[in-house]
């Protein structure tokens, strides 16, 4: 079935730091991908998508590429913030955003801690 | 517009007794999903539903969970004669109605803790 794999965490940084969250999957046919991010205490938020090969997401400073040839969606960003601070999801969906009943299928979560 | 509601936040549980689990889906939103999240783990697809119907339920445990959205109120997930390993976070998610896009907007969850 289809998995995603993220780095292990957790990942603390300084600020202004660069920022790397690792991201692989395994999927029959041609998922959509995604990246959620957890506020403490708060439900998932969509971070940002891509629904093809060679598609990048990109949202407030955050960036991934769909490589299809190596089945990442690795997450950066160029200059890290406190307020990043957050737990960080990968998921895939088999079915994209664009058909009802779209599961997604998640990472285990990588924790970012950005100290000052 | 307010965003999908989950009650309640936190629930304890003893062993043997009942959890039921509420989610309000956002206002316009028909679909909802519930996931589940061990300690240390990422989120686990349960059960899919649309408005009395329940489409997809391959990722629910066999026994003693449930889950129903009824055409007024509610969908709740229901857990009978909890155990310790029910221990989780539960999160609720909606999605729009026909037409699209599907893009599921998570609740806060409900965190069980069964002693």
């Known amino acids: 079935g289809d998995s995603v794999t993220q780095m292990e965490g957790p990942v603390t940084l300084s600020e202004e730091a660069f920022l790397t969250i690792n991201c692989t999957y395994t999927?029959?046919?041609?998922?959509?991908l995604f990246w959620y991010v957890q506020y403490p205490g708060e439900g998932l938020q969509l971070l940002l998508k891509?629904?093809?090969?060679?598609d990048k997401g990109s949202n407030k400073g955050f960036e991934a590429t769909y490589r299809k040839e190596t089945t990442s969606f690795h997450l950066e960003k160029g200059s890290v913030q406190v307020s990043d601070s957050a737990v960080y999801f990968c998921?895939?969906?088999?079915?994209?955003?664009?058909?009802?009943?779209?599961?997604?299928?998640f990472g285990e979560g990588t924790q970012l801690t950005v100290n000052p | 517009n307010a965003g999908v509601m989950q009650n309640p936040r936190h629930l304890v549980r003893r062993r043997g007794q009942e959890a039921r689990l509420r989610c309000s889906p956002m206002?316009?939103?028909?679909?909802v999903y519930w996931y589940r999240q061990l300690p240390e783990e990422g989120l686990k697809f349960m059960v899919y539903?649309?408005?009395?119907?329940?489409?997809?339920e391959s990722g629910m445990p066999k026994e003693r969970f449930s889950a129903e959205f009824p055409k007024e109120g509610p969908s709740i997930l229901r857990i009978q004669q909890v155990v310790r390993g029910d221990s989780a976070a539960y999160f609720c998610?909606?999605?729009?109605?026909?037409?699209?896009?599907?893009?599921?907007?998570f609740g806060p969850g409900t965190r069980l803790t069964v002693t």
């Open positions: 998610a909606s999605s729009l109605n026909d037409g699209g896009p599907y893009e599921q907007y």
């Open positions: 999927a029959t046919g041609y998922p959509s």
């Open positions: 891509a629904t093809k090969a060679d």
């Open positions: 998921a895939l969906s088999e079915k994209g955003f664009e058909t009802s009943g779209s599961r997604l299928t």
């Open positions: 206002k316009g939103h028909s679909h």
């Open positions: 539903l649309q408005k009395e119907n329940i489409i997809d």
